[in-house]
Nanobody
Framework: QVQLVESGGGLVQAGGSLRLSCAVS????????MGWFRQGPGKEREFVAA????????YYIDSVKGRFTISRDNAKNTVYLQMNSLQLEDTGVYYC????????????????????WGQGTQVTVSS
């Protein structure tokens, strides 16, 4: 069984930064492509960022490009989301997700491609 535990959320002022972490246990971390999704108040869950097994491919939703960076440390079984220049619209619960990937340079923006999910961490951006 794969377990994902997010951390690093909190309250931050607009323009500030946070780094989310997602620790993965239970299987070989390097076998999984990883993604970050979020759900804002009254909104549908949406894709934020994804990274391939190798780390060589990364995708972002347009609204976070240039501000967020997804990365992974396969030695630490952890994926990160560095969030800079945070905006009010970034408020929400952030979830990490794992997808068993055959190809090392595959990643997905689609929630249904991810079989394993964390419990989420709250990010609140204040004005």
């Amino acid at each position: 069984q794969v377990q994902l535990v997010e951390s690093g959320g909190g309250l931050v002022q607009a323009g500030g930064s946070l780094r989310l972490s997602c620790a993965v246990s239970g299987r070989t971390f390097s076998s999984y492509a990883m993604g970050w999704f979020r759900q804002g108040p009254g909104k549908e869950r949406e894709f934020v960022a994804a990274i391939s097994r190798s780390g060589g491919i990364a995708y972002y939703i347009d609204s976070v490009k240039g501000r967020f960076t997804i990365s992974r440390d396969n030695a630490k079984n952890t994926v990160y989301l560095q969030m800079n220049s945070l905006q009010l619209e970034d408020t929400g619960v952030y979830y990490c997700a794992a997808s068993a990937a055959v190809f090392s340079n595959w990643a997905s923006r689609v929630a249904h491609d991810y079989a394993y999910w964390g419990q989420g961490t709250q990010v609140t951006v204040s004005s």
